[in-house]
T-cell receptor, first 113, second 117 residues
Framework: KQEVTQIPAALSVPEGENLVLNCSFT??????LQWFRQDPGKGLTSLLL?????REQTSGRLNASLDKSSGRSTLYIAASQPGDSATYLC????????????FGDGTTLTVKP | DTEVTQTPKHLVMGMTNKKSLKCEQH?????MYWYKQKAKKPPELMFV???????INESVPSRFSPECPNSSLLNLHLHALQPEDSALYLC????????????????FGAGTRLSVL
C-alpha cells in the first residue's frame, strides 16, 4: 500500500525567503506525482505535475523535483510572498491516467509580511 | 478553460433527506473523480469514472451513489447520510487516455461543503 508523507506539517517563513517542501512515498512504482495548493475551505489548485520519467518541472517561482528511486519529491518556492500562504499537497498516482492518487497530509505554509 | 464547476457550494441536509451533488467540466476530459475531505485531512478518493464507466469504487457505503450521465457531468446522489458524512466533497477531472503528460493533470472543483444534521 502506497504511503505518502509530507514534512514539515507546518512552516512559517518571512516574506522573500526561499523554501523547500518535502514529499516522500514508499512505493517507487509510480505513474506521476502532482503538487497542489489548497486555500482554506477551497478546492485544490494544480501547481506542477511530474511524470515518472521526468526529474523536474518548473513554473514561475516553483520548481518540483522527483527522485523516484529514493521515493522523494521536493517543491521549491523562490522569493516567497504572503499570497503563497496555503496548504501544499503532493499526490502520487500509481497506475494509468484514471488511477487512484494517494495524497500526503500536506504542509501548511505561512509567509509573513 | 480548466474549470470544474460544482453545485451547490453549500448543502445542509437531514439524515432522511435525499440530495444530489453535481459536477460539470467542458474540457473534454474522460476521467472524473469524487473525493471526500474532512477538516485538516487530505482528500480521500471515493469513485473514479473512466469513459463514463465506474472504474474505481473505494468501498464507499451505498448511501453514496455516483452517476455519470455523460462525459461532461458527474453526480453524487446522497441518501440517509450520517452526521459523520459531513465534509467537503470535491470533484476532479483529467483527460484520461494512455499517453501524454498534459492528459494526466487532475483539475479540481471548488467543492461542496456538506453538513448532515
Amino acid at each position: 500500500k502506497q504511503e505518502v508523507t509530507q514534512i514539515p506539517a507546518a512552516l512559517s517563513v518571512p516574506e522573500g525567503e526561499n523554501l523547500v517542501l518535502n514529499c516522500s512515498f514508499t512505493d517507487s512504482a509510480i505513474y506521476n506525482l502532482q503538487w497542489f495548493r489548497q486555500d482554506p475551505g477551497k478546492g485544490l489548485t494544480s501547481l506542477l505535475l511530474i511524470q515518472s520519467s521526468q526529474r523536474e518541472q518548473t513554473s514561475g517561482r516553483l520548481n518540483a523535483s522527483l527522485d523516484k528511486s529514493s521515493g522523494r519529491s521536493t517543491l521549491y518556492i523562490a522569493a516567497s510572498q504572503p499570497g503563497d500562504s496555503a496548504t501544499y499537497l503532493c499526490a502520487v498516482r500509481r497506475h494509468t491516467n484514471a488511477g487512484k492518487s494517494t495524497f500526503g497530509d500536506g504542509t501548511t505554509l505561512t509567509v509573513k509580511p | 478553460d480548466t474549470e470544474v464547476t460544482q453545485t451547490p457550494k453549500h448543502l445542509v441536509m437531514g439524515m432522511t433527506n435525499k440530495k444530489s451533488l453535481k459536477c460539470e467540466q467542458h474540457m473534454g476530459h474522460r476521467a472524473m473523480y469524487w473525493y471526500k475531505q474532512k477538516a485538516k485531512k487530505p482528500p480521500e478518493l471515493m469513485f473514479v469514472y473512466s469513459y463514463e464507466k465506474l472504474s474505481i469504487n473505494e468501498s464507499v457505503p451505498s448511501r453514496f451513489s455516483p452517476e455519470c450521465p455523460n462525459s461532461s457531468l458527474l453526480n453524487l446522489h446522497l441518501h440517509a447520510l450520517q452526521p459523520e458524512d459531513s465534509a467537503l466533497y470535491l470533484c476532479a477531472s483529467s483527460q484520461g487516455g494512455t499517453s501524454g503528460r498534459a492528459k494526466n493533470i487532475q483539475y479540481f472543483g471548488a467543492g461542496t461543503r456538506l453538513s448532515v444534521l
